[in-house]
């Protein structure tokens, strides 16, 4: 099975740095990605780690480290906009030549002026 | 927009009832997975479909069931409806690439009385 930790709130403050941890327990892994989710709003896609390092995505980056079963989310230069939930979450093999996502339970993110 | 659509936007009904979520992929896109997302949870995996054949289950209840079609859309098929069943519940599609993104609907609101 799979499990992922995030933290469930941060606060920071417009035009600061935040960070968003992910560790996450997998029987196989196939890469980490992350969401973002608006209130009501759908999921979308922010960024993929496939192999370890940085991944960078204008003023969003996503670190990976496959042998600490750890990932971070990094927002730079952070807007009002940018207050929302974040998901982390592992591709697993299901079976069939299939991949699933399992998701964290999400980090809501407020940004303060 | 991502392409992906779902209908209907909300849903209202009573315990004890059927109710069918439709949704239709992004062109291209064979895989289809639904979720559910209740209040504060992060999204649980429901099941996915590949080219009309189901790939993967996850925390499907026996009373929920899907299918996809020939044109590839997808319907979620929920009965004998409690309340706990009222969520969020969204489909997303696929591009098979090697990350696999998924590109989710804007969901429909279940609301179980």
């Known amino acids: 099975g799979q499990s992922l930790e995030q933290p469930s709130e941060v606060t920071a403050v417009e035009g600061a740095i935040v960070q968003i941890n992910c560790t996450y327990q997998?029987?196989?892994?196939?890469?980490l990605s992350w969401y973002q989710q608006h209130d009501g709003g759908a999921p979308t896609f922010l960024s993929y780690?496939?192999?370890?390092g940085l991944e960078e995505t204008g003023r969003f980056s996503s670190f990976l480290s496959r042998s600490d079963s750890y990932g971070y989310l990094l927002l730079q230069e952070l807007q009002m906009k940018d207050s929302a939930s974040y998901f982390c979450?592992?591709?697993?093999?299901?079976?069939?030549?299939?991949?699933?996502?399992?998701f964290g339970k999400g980090t809501k993110l407020s940004v303060i002026p | 927009d991502s392409g992906v659509t779902q209908t209907p936007k909300h849903l209202i009904t009573a315990t004890g009832q059927r109710v069918t979520l439709r949704c239709s992929p992004r062109?291209?896109?064979?895989?289809v997975y639904w979720y559910q997302q209740s209040l504060d949870q992060g999204l649980q995996f429901l099941i996915q479909?590949?080219?009309?054949?189901?790939?993967a289950k996850g925390n499907i209840l026996e009373r929920f069931s899907a299918q996809q079609f020939p044109d590839l859309h997808s319907e979620l098929n929920l009965s004998s409806l409690e309340l706990g069943d009222s969520a969020l519940y969204f489909c997303?599609?696929?591009?098979?690439?090697?990350?696999?993104?998924?590109?989710f609907g804007p969901g429909t609101r279940l609301l179980v009385l």
């Open positions: 979450a592992v591709r697993g093999y299901s079976g069939a030549g299939s991949y699933q996502l399992t």
């Open positions: 997998t029987s196989g892994f196939y890469g």
């Open positions: 062109s291209g896109d064979l895989s």
């Open positions: 479909y590949y080219n009309g054949e189901e790939r």
């Open positions: 780690n496939g192999l370890d």
């Open positions: 997303a599609s696929s591009d098979a690439g090697a990350r696999e993104t998924q590109y």
